[in-house]
Structure formats: C-alpha cells, structure tokens
C-alpha cells in the first residue's frame, strides 16, 4: 500500500532561539541591578529543580536573582568607565568575581547583608527525589509479598521497570524480594523511577553561596568551589592564571585530583538543570 502523503511526522519540540535583543535586555537589567544594589553573591545549585527556584525567587522578590549563560552575566557585570581611583577598585574586584564564573552557577543582586545571606541559604534546603546519575544515599530492599499502596492499574508498569511484581486477586504483588537500589551505587533511570514511586526521596535541592562582591568590603570569597575540570573549564582557567604574576602564586579555587578529575571530598551530586541554564536567561 503506498504511503499517505498526508502522513508526516512534525516535531513538536522546535522552538526559536533567544536573539541578540533577548541578551542585551539581560545585560542591560545587570548594568541596572549592579547599581542599584549594594551586594551581588555568586552562587551555585545542587540538585537543580525548577519548581524549588521558582520558590526561591518568589521568597527573595526584595532581590534580584540570574541563572543563565555565564558569558551574558559577564558582560553585564563589565564596567566602561575607570575614571576615578575608588571605580578602577571596584572594577577590578568585579573581575575577581567575574573570573569565579565557571560552570553552572547564578548571580543574586540584594541589598541584604553577607551575613544574613549565607545563614539564611545554609539553612535553607529542600528534600527531591533522585534522578538518574545520582549516587544513593542508602539501599532500598523490598520484601516478597504484596504492595498494597500501588493501585491494580500500575502492575503492567511496574513490571517493566524490573520489578518482579503479578497480580493476585486485584493486588499488586511481588513474588520475591527485590532490592531497588545499592548504598553509593549510581542510579539508573528506571531504579530513580522506582523510588519516586515508593515515595522516597535522596537528594537535596541546595543553594551554596562562594563568594560575593559587596560595595563596602569588594570581593571575598566564602566557600571554594569544587568544579569539574572540562576542556572549557580549562581556558578559563588558564586566563585567570595568565592575568596573575608570574611572582604571585595562584590561590586555587578548584580542587582537582591526579587524573585532571575534581576531588569530591563532600560527594557533590551531580547537578541536574533541566533548560534553565541554556535557555533560562530572564528572571521573574
């Protein structure tokens, strides 16, 4: 039988890229935001969720918060005018923080103190379910016998995610015992499903505060970050070394091992960001 003409496959996923216009109003809202506030704090994300930045931004409406490409954020921070000496000051510890942009990291802009700002996000954290990738915190076993949260309708389901799960009288049920998940084992797709489903959650949506900038004290940093040493990452960080004195040694902020690798000492999870930091450039 010939083909229909009329049967053609159209991606739903198609969607027109952010122009030039969409980046300079980006740049344009730093430039305003850097005046206007006192403080800008770097920030990086564990776990990335939309849902929970969304409620961050909702908590911190007072501030101003960017997650997007950091190249766009660097211009914004860039000064033109070095005239008087307190400026050329400021403009130098704005390059401090702007060589700290490595990586998937935000700006948040507030007139609210460092202090206030590092208890309040080191206070701050939200329990999500782990996605695919994440190392589990803790081994998941089920028993044989019945599972008499899940409805009749999901067994099918079930039964394609490895479980080894029947029906028996309208009950799901499974016919032996099954372990979900290994302690420091990486998760695949379907065991992160599985755990969603039995309501258990493993990671942890965090915000972490390195390093701010602030009008009255310039540049500090708060907490080194630990950043995985791509090849992108390495021109960055080659620049940075390039723009020290060969006399000064470089403080290093990137703990890396012996195979070029970052050193995990606290088993950062890696970070999911869904579209936020390729096409999430404006702020609420």
């Known amino acids: 039988m010939p083909k229909s003409r009329r049967d053609k496959k159209i991606s739903l996923t198609k969607t027109d890229r952010k122009g030039l216009s969409s980046k300079q109003q980006i740049i344009e809202e730093i430039q305003k935001c850097k005046d206007e506030y006192q403080n800008i704090f770097l920030f990086t994300v564990h776990n990335m969720r939309n849902s929970k930045l969304k409620e961050i931004r909702t908590e911190w409406k007072h501030s101003r918060l960017f997650f997007g490409k950091n190249r766009v ?3 914004g921070l860039k000064s033109v005018d070095v005239d008087e000496s307190e400026e050329g000051n400021q403009n130098d510890d704005l390059e401090k923080l702007q060589t700290e942009m490595i990586g998937q990291c935000g700006l948040l802009f507030t007139n609210k103190s460092k202090d206030y700002v590092v208890d309040w996000f080191k206070n701050y954290s939200a329990q999500e379910y782990a996605r695919s990738g994440f190392k589990a915190t803790k081994t998941v076993s089920l028993p044989a016998g ?3 949260e899940f409805s009749h309708a999901i067994e099918p389901h079930l039964r394609s995610l490895g479980m080894p799960t029947k ?4 009950i799901v049920t499974l016919y ?4 979900v998940c290994e302690r420091n084992k990486v998760l695949t797709p379907e ?3 599985i755990l969603k489903l039995l309501g258990k959650p493993m990671a942890k949506f965090k915000i972490v505060i390195n390093s701010c900038f602030t009008k009255e004290n310039g540049f500090e940093t708060i907490q080194k970050r630990h950043i995985k040493v791509t090849a992108k990452t390495k021109k960055v960080l080659n620049k940075k070394k390039n723009k020290q004195s060969d006399d000064e040694p470089m403080e290093e902020d990137v703990d890396i091992d012996e195979e070029g690798e970052e050193s995990d000492s606290d088993e950062l999870q890696e970070m999911d960001l869904d579209d936020d930091n390729e096409s999430e450039d404006e702020d609420d």
Not at 167 to 170: I, P, V
């Open 191 to 193: 065991q992160a499903r």
């Open 176 to 179: 032996s015992d099954f372990t």
């Open 146 to 148: 019945p599972l008499e």
């Open 73 to 75: 954020m660097r211009l």
């Open 167 to 170: 029906l028996e009288r309208g």
